[in-house]
């Protein structure tokens, strides 16, 4: 069946690089969009990036400047990478899936991977 | 960017009520396709979203006939039918007509 699942550091300091981990597993990622949505307590719900099918990414602005997406399709993973980090960025992020193929909603996500920025 | 805006309920609500949640964004979401381009997830606590509509009015894999979604090209409503305990949780709408793709702050439900 569909699986996605996060891996994160945990814990950031300020301004290092956040990487993530996405893991999937019962579908192809030549084949469905793998999108990235993180929850933080001041922003609530907030899309992030995309990576296509084709390889190609789509970002947020907000973040445009330090997101990177990327992945192996050789071993079903899609990569996050953020610099840069603030307070802020505190959160929860999932990576998740749409149903069809090359749809923005999230049918499937992950379990979420907290990440704290402290010093 | 599209901002999506949710009203409130008038919790708690008792069980085996209906309950409406309100979404408004500040663009139609209208697809030249005809279709209206908005989710909606309810995440309950200590858990990931979970899609309940899609295309405005869609019911995803699954859920319940309990809930359904409607609205018109800026104004949007989700309806639960005879809330049940299973739904607690915040309720969020999303719009995919453009990136980047937004969400509401989110409703929160409890039941009576």
């Known amino acids: 069946q569909v699986q996605l699942k996060e891996t994160g550091p945990g814990l950031v300091h300020p301004t290092q690089t956040l990487s993530i981990t996405c893991t999937v597993s019962?579908?192809?990622?030549?084949?469905?969009?793998v999108q990235w949505v993180r929850q933080t307590p001041g922003k609530g719900l907030e899309w992030m990036g995309l990576i296509r099918s084709g390889g190609n990414t789509e970002y947020n602005s907000e973040f445009k400047s330090r997101l990177s997406i990327n992945r192996d399709t050789s071993k079903n993973q899609v990569f996050l990478k953020m610099n840069s980090l603030k307070t802020e960025d505190t959160g929860v992020y999932y990576c998740a899936r749409d149903d069809y193929g090359g749809l923005n909603w999230f049918a499937y996500w992950g379990q979420g991977t907290l990440v704290t920025v402290s010093s | 960017d599209v901002v999506m805006t949710q009203g409130a309920l008038p919790n708690p609500v008792p069980s085996g009520e209906s309950a409406s949640i309100t979404c408004q964004s500040t663009?139609?979401?209208?697809?030249?396709?005809?279709?209206?381009?908005l989710n909606w997830y309810l995440q309950r606590p200590g858990q990931s979203p979970q899609l309940l509509i899609y295309?405005?009015?869609t019911r995803a894999s699954g859920v319940s006939d309990r809930f359904s979604g409607s609205g018109s090209g800026t104004d949007f409503t989700l309806k639960i039918s005879s809330v049940e305990a299973e739904d607690v949780g915040v309720y969020y709408c999303q719009q995919f007509l453009e990136y980047p793709l937004t969400f509401g702050s989110g409703t929160k439900l409890e039941i009576k």
């Open positions: 663009q139609s979401l209208l697809h030249s396709n005809g279709k209206t381009c």
């Open positions: 295309w405005m009015s």
């Open positions: 019962g579908f192809s990622l030549t084949s469905y969009y």
